[in-house]
């Protein structure tokens, strides 16, 4: 923190599209020094903190693959001298290769464990002493009402998503002791680019079946992450939190 004139650090991985982008804008606008990552797109990534910057927030990006260990651990050792510990770290890369089961090339498979999940372990090694040593830290994941439930097409996201809640309540039991809180976040139908690809037919059956009859939003997601990772926060540890219109209730 001292290296910022006391502003908390947050770092949220994908930032530069859809829930991250939106998580970023929230927490800049808390007050945190915020940073993300991202992996292909720079221009967007770039113009993203021009805009921050011109509305007075503090922020940096990076590029690097969160589903590669070295890359990651070399990355975040960089913005941690220059900026400082990571306070906040929200977990949000994520990608689809969805497939029916029958049709799923094992390439793919690794591909979305490597980067949902294994892109979750990669990034939170890098934080959890520094935030232990300082015995502060939030640590948010982004889960899936697919990682609950299940939803076919989506065995490696599912798997992914179901993963990321097993290792989110095995670190907040660990490190609980040391002032970090560890949640999960759920999101059900989310309008972003993940979705966007989805046809008009699939996205209206999915529609009819929320109870709030409504897709949500990507700041429906930001506004928790800012619970979660203020002072608001303080009480809540190892839970998973769905943010899905009532999708999962019935
Ligand atoms: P999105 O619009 O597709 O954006 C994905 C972000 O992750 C982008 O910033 C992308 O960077 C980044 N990313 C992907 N692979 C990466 C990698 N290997 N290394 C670094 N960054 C990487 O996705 P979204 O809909 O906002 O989803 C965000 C999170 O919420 C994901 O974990 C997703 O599974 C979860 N979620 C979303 C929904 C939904 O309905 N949208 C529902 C449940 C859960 P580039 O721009 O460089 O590609």
């Known amino acids: 923190m001292d290296k910022n004139n006391n502003k908390k650090i947050a770092f949220v991985t994908g930032g530069s599209r859809g829930i991250g982008k939106a998580i970023v804008e929230k927490l800049g606008k808390e007050n945190y020094l915020v940073g993300f ?23 940096f990006c990076k590029k ?3 589903s590669d260990y070295n890359q990651t651990a070399e ?12 306070d906040i770290l929200v977990n949000n ?20 464990i490597n980067t949902n999940l294994k892109g979750v372990f990669n990034c939170t090694k890098q934080v959890t002493n520094k935030m232990m ?43 609980g002791g040391h002032g970090i809180t560890v ?29 709030l009859k409504d897709i949500g939003q990507p700041d429906d997601i930001a506004n928790m992450v800012a619970y979660l990772a203020g002072d608001s926060g303080r009480y809540i540890t190892g839970q998973v939190i769905s943010i899905d219109g009532g999708l999962s209730a019935i």
């Not at 890369?93 to 979305?112: C, H, Y």
């Not at 300082?134 to 490696?156: H, P, T, V, W, Y």
């Not at 059900?188 to 993940?194: A, E, L, N, Q, S």
């Open 37 to 59: 990552n991202y992996v292909n797109s720079e221009k967007k990534a770039n113009t993203f903190i021009n805009e921050l910057k011109a509305n007075g927030i503090e922020a």
């Open 183 to 211: 949640n999960a976040i759920a999101p059900g139908f989310i309008k972003t680019d993940m979705t966007d690809v989805l046809s008009e037919t699939v996205k209206e059956n999915i529609l009819n079946l929320i109870p």
């Open 93 to 112: 890369a994520g990608i689809t290769k969805d497939k029916l089961f029958s049709r799923m090339k094992e390439a793919d498979f690794d591909n979305v």
């Open 133 to 175: 040593r300082q015995k502060f830290g939030r640590i948010i994941n982004l889960s899936s009402i697919a990682g609950i439930i299940g939803n076919i097409g989506q065995a490696s996201y599912s798997a992914s998503k179901a993963g990321v809640i097993g290792f989110t309540r095995t670190l907040a039991a660990e490190l």
């Open 64 to 66: 690097f693959d969160v």
């Open 75 to 86: 990355a975040i050792e960089q913005i941690q001298e220059e900026y400082g510990n990571i």
